[in-house]
């Protein structure tokens, strides 16, 4: 498949090399960059709206959408807590520039019972090219944004639901399950990386309350003031990717274009990975004979975690003596230590397990109706902690229902400069 048409190439080129385009003329360049990237499903730069010029932003569409999804406002404390008031467009500052011509503001609100977002609501997207999901599916969200400060939500499907039962839950009006789909945040478990998240069951992760497929790019963004001046903020854009590629089971994020490796060492350690551990050990443990210490025969055998491990990429001799031998082998998505009795394996540890790219061997959550599934949103999602979240500008959100290559989001992450 060509990374970017020829045409675009052109246009792209243009809006670099001759000084004299003026800014508008270089951001239409920009624009045709993203909506002839093959696989665009939906691309919002906030300067196109409804007709009318002074309705809701929209998206750039292929020909043939059955929609240019329209973003309503809204605030989730009040729809699901019935606390705080209704959210508006006035509710997000717009910055006038960006990488299209144009950004919205996701500000950092004081009010706990005041968490505005955009978002399409699911009767509207269900079963249209944005809503990505089951088998055999990829997608790339592609995120123009200057973080402020937090590491949540920057855009997709994914409702975390308001069942979990904590302190912020106690009073709460409107209670639903999970249904999480796809979505780009901006770090979670590191802080400013492009995360990816995705998720076959629309719920938790290896017995754990919280979803935990998600990979970390090897880059962090920096925190810039939201208020900062203009030439600061121009020079500030950072373009977030997450891409979920089927065919290789792998989940990566990628910051400016680039994605990185990255490890977590010592997982049993970390306090959400450890479950993700945990569930590695297990699946090892239910391939031996007998019962094995440390083993639960009631762990969810789909909850197993185990990235395909063939012939390790590297072994090390960790120690050997009287007919014991330890073995670091690294292998693509883990790293084991594996002790050996006289040339047969005894025992093994998961000691290292990559957060980017991340493994994931399942289809993407498919709700059953559109009751049932969660909205697309921007610049937050629904859940039950209702922490502020993602703070900063936001200039561009675009999805595709592929996985894009590196090369293809470089160009993307080009488009970052000031406008």
Known sequence: MKQIHETVLVALLAAWMVPQLSVAEEASASRSVVTETPGLVAFWDFVQREPDGGGRFTAHVPAGSPTDYPLDAANYAKDYWGTGREATYADFPQLGRGPFGNAIRIVKESDPNFRPFLYIPRTRL?????????????????????????????????????????????????????QRQYALFAGLNKQGSACGHVSENGASSFQNKYALHKCNSAGQSPAVPADSPAEKLDASWQCFAMTFDDDKDELTGWLNGVSGDRWLE???????????????????????????????????????????????????VVRESDGQRVELREHHFTK????????????????????????????????????????FTIGRVIHSSRSVGFTGWIGGVAVFDRALSGNELQTLAALSGAR
């Open 126 to 178: 269900h079963d249209t090219p944005l809503d990505i999901k089951g088998a055999g599916k990829s997608v790339t969200v592609v995120v123009w944004a200057i973080r402020e400060s937090g590491n949540h939500a920057l855009a997709g499907i994914w409702h975390e639901g308001t069942d979990l039962k904590q302190k912020s839950t106690a009073s709460i009006a409107k209670v639903e399950r999970g």
């Open 336 to 375: 084991i230590e594996v002790t050996l009795q006289d040339g047969k394996e005894v025992a093994r540890d998961l000691v290292a397990l990559r957060l980017n790219p991340w493994w994931y061997p399942h289809g993407i959550y498919t709700p059953k109706d559109d009751q049932s599934g969660g909205p």
């Open 266 to 316: 010592n997982p049993k350690k970390d306090g959400l990975i450890s479950y993700a551990y945990n569930a590695y050990m297990q699946g090892h443990f239910a391939k031996l004979p007998g019962k094995q210490a440390g083993e639960d025969p009631t762990f969810p055998k789909d909850q197993y975690y185990n990235p395909p491990e063939g012939e390790p990429l590297s072994v090390k």
